[in-house]
């Protein structure tokens, strides 16, 4: 017998009814398959994402306490800055009335003496013994010339210990 | 079950071999002559695959631009042997890769030669006849190589003999000589007006059949039949005149000849064609 083949495949014009069948069975089965493997790789990559997300919830809660301890160091670092200010302020005070005490101890004259003072944040209340009023007046005229005092009003308290006690107003500039 | 269907100008002639207890059956379905366009032919074989619920069939090609070639080749090695036959395509058979389809088959080897049956036919045909089945067919073949296979499985097969299928408008020509065909060749523009052919025509076939015979090689022009199948076999002395014409026995060739089927009598000469096709696709 001789084997000739001259047979060139073709595309069927139309399906059968079974062919269709089988094809739609096909194509449902396949759609299927795909389906439930995308859901389980879907399923996976959702356990991973609940995963991600229990780490991120540990690390937001680790995060949100070291936001509360960094509120905390700047509300501590505020106050500290405001101790800082604080005690800056009471320092420069503190200065401010040594300079005041010092100049009212070396500006007297020779033969008073200083009996003691009441520094406000604005004057000055001091008194001195002296043996005559024309030292109290040098006195006064050197606290002023200073420029850190500026004498409101000096006035005699009677004696004490053969000297005149002087109380002394100044206003501090 | 597979059927073998051949499409004439006229009609569709088709033989189903037997299975289990389905008996080996052939048809003829008639074109009508104010009808056979492709559309036609379409629907009629639509509506015979649907009432016989054919699934596997063979089909016969033949005419516009479908060749054939018998040769021998003295090549033993496969590659060398697809060569030859690449050259043979090439040179005698017109094969253009880019237009044409190539079968080739081995036959037998006598001596130191093997016969080759090659043949190639346009795409184009090839899809366009095909389109006019509602199925892919399981194989084509062509008419000269189903003609030869009919010859073949048939008593006539171990002899010399020379077959001339002659149908309406169609001419298929083949020799065996021991059992190997030799020759095969289509006769183009054939318009056979008579069932007996006249004096006219028997002269006219008388040059056509020596012309062809010359063909042969010279140590193949001894003959020992001349057979007669188609149309023109169903007057059986057309056989015997026609054999008379070129110094051989004339017989006309009914390949059902030793098989059972159902057919009406005398009609078998016309059904070597399908009868072949359907062998083809067992």
């Known amino acids: 017998m001789i084997q000739i083949d001259l047979a060139v495949r073709r595309r069927p014009e139309k399906l059968t009814s079974l062919q269709f069948l089988l094809l739609f069975l096909g194509i449902l089965l396949g759609t299927s398959l795909i389906v439930g493997i995308g859901l389980i790789l879907q399923w996976n990559s959702l356990n991973n994402l609940a995963d991600e997300i229990g780490e991120l919830g540990v690390k937001r809660d680790s995060l949100e306490i070291l936001e509360a301890e960094i ?13 800082m200010l604080v005690m800056e302020d009471a320092r420069k005070d503190t200065e401010r009335r040594l300079d005041i005490l010092r100049l009212l101890r070396t500006e007297l004259e020779p033969g008073m003496k200083f009996l003691s003072c009441r520094i406000e944040p604005d004057s000055v209340i001091t008194r001195c013994l002296s043996p005559s009023n024309v030292k109290v007046a040098r006195y006064l005229e050197e606290l002023s ?16 210990q053969g000297l005149i006690e002087h109380r002394v107003l100044l206003k501090i500039q | 079950m597979t059927y073998g269907i051949d499409i004439s100008e006229e009609e569709i002639r088709w033989v189903r071999l037997p299975k289990g207890e ?10 009508e002559d104010n009808d056979r366009s492709p559309r036609r032919i379409r629907q009629v074989l639509k509506e015979f695959f649907s009432r016989e619920r054919v699934s596997r069939f063979v089909f016969p090609l033949c005419g516009q631009g479908v060749r054939a070639r018998v040769f021998a080749s003295d090549k033993v090695d496969i590659s060398e042997l697809e060569d030859n036959v690449a050259w043979e395509a090439k040179f005698m058979l017109e094969y253009n890769r880019h237009r044409d389809v190539l079968s080739f088959d081995p036959l037998r080897s006598v001596g130191s030669q093997t016969w080759i049956v090659a043949v190639a036919a346009p795409l184009e045909v090839i899809q366009r006849k095909s389109g006019l089945f509602p199925k892919n067919p399981t194989h084509i073949e062509t008419a000269l190589t189903a003609l030869a296979n009919a010859v073949l499985r048939s008593k006539w097969g171990e002899k010399d003999i ?9 001419g298929f020509l083949v020799v065996v000589s021991h059992g190997n065909p030799i020759l095969i060749q289509e006769i183009p523009r054939v318009n056979l007006k008579e069932a007996r052919l006249s004096e006219e025509a028997l002269s006219l076939w008388h040059d056509e059949l020596k012309v062809r015979r010359n063909f042969l090689p010279q140590d193949k022009r001894r003959l020992d039949h001349f057979l007669l199948s188609g149309e023109a076999a169903l007057v059986p002395e057309n056989a015997r005149v026609l054999g008379e014409c ?36 067992e």
Not at chain 2, 22 to 31: D, K, Q, S
Not at chain 2, 162 to 170: A, E, F, G, K, Y
Not at chain 2, 252 to 277: H, R
Request: hydrophobic share 40%; charged share 25%.
């Open chain 1, 71 to 83: 509120i905390r160091y700047k509300d501590l670092k505020d106050s500290h800055s405001e101790l």
């Open chain 1, 145 to 160: 010339r200073s420029g850190l005092l500026r004498v409101i009003e000096s006035e005699p308290q009677g004696t004490r």
């Open chain 2, 22 to 31: 389905n008996p080996a059956v052939c048809g003829r379905i008639l074109l």
């Open chain 2, 162 to 170: 020379i077959i001339l299928h002659l149908d309406r408008s169609r």
């Open chain 2, 246 to 281: 070129i110094d051989l026995t004339g017989e006309v060739f009914d390949p059902f000849d030793g098989v059972q089927i159902e057919c009406k009598a005398g009609e078998g000469v016309l059904f070597p064609l399908a009868y072949a096709c359907a062998l083809r696709g």
